[in-house]
């Protein structure tokens, strides 16, 4: 079951990277521009998530976060809010309303990424795999521990981060510039080569003997873990 998030923005330029991220990571995204407008599409529908703007045209983020929890079908809809307000009293005003989460801006998007993966995990379980498994590989995110033909691999943290981040959607071709933009974050600048040397690394850390490599160069387009191989 793929994990539907819905984001409320009004700034399409940060709808545009939240989208594109969630997506990267394999959820299903909704978005929509205005309160009114997103207290009309939760009642036909109701996501796993909901990323909610305090500052939203038609109704505030604040307010449609009070009547999502007055409602049954949304009393436990998870909420994380993002706001530019970062006061404290703001931060308890918005929790008060019943948000689960309250993120100021700017903020981190791997971080936001984590809060939601963790968030999903707490309130909806099912979507959310403890462990990926794709022939014969195996991680385990609650241990960080990955296996081979039940070898156990030792990775270090960037090359886990990338298998983890194949993992989500295999056959899913990537460029580098999305693998460093998900797996290493846009507030840190490294060169698209840096994505090369790690998959290198990646490649002979969980390619021993005559295994083959389930990692598929794309010339001219990026990496995809193949979905087709076996061991």
């Excluded at 449609?64 to 079908?73: A, S, T």
């Excluded at 990424?113 to 979507?127: G, K, N």
């Excluded at 080569?193 to 990026?222: E, F, Q, W, Y």
Aim: net charge neutral; proline share 5%.
């Amino acid at each position: 079951m793929i994990p539907r998030v819905m984001i409320v923005e009004d700034e399409e330029p940060l709808t545009t990277l939240l989208r594109y991220n969630l997506e990267a990571e394999g959820y299903s995204v909704s978005t929509v521009l205005r309160g009114d407008e997103a207290e009309i599409r939760l009642r036909e529908t109701v996501p796993d998530l909901l990323l909610l703007d305090w500052m939203l045209p038609g109704v505030s983020g604040i307010e449609l976060c009070r009547r999502l929890r007055m409602r049954d079908e949304t009393r436990a809809l998870p909420i994380i809010m993002l706001t530019a307000r970062g006061e404290e009293t703001e931060r308890v005003r918005g929790l008060s309303t019943g948000a689960d989460d309250y993120v100021v801006k700017p903020f981190s998007v791997p971080e936001l990424m984590a809060r939601i993966r963790a968030m999903l995990r707490r309130a909806r379980p099912e979507t959310i795999a403890a462990i990926l498994k794709s022939g014969d590989l195996e991680l385990d995110r609650e241990t960080h521990r990955v296996r081979r033909g039940g070898r156990e691999m030792h990775l270090g943290p960037t090359e886990y981060r990338l298998l983890e981040f194949l993992m989500q959607a295999p056959g899913r071709v990537f460029s580098r510039e999305q693998l460093l933009d998900s797996v290493w974050g846009r507030d840190v600048y490294v060169d698209e080569r840096t994505v090369d040397v790690h998959v290198g690394r990646l490649r002979k850390a969980i390619n021993r003997g005559r295994s083959k490599d389930p990692i598929r160069t794309v010339r001219g387009a990026g990496y995809a873990l193949d979905e087709q191989y076996s061991p």
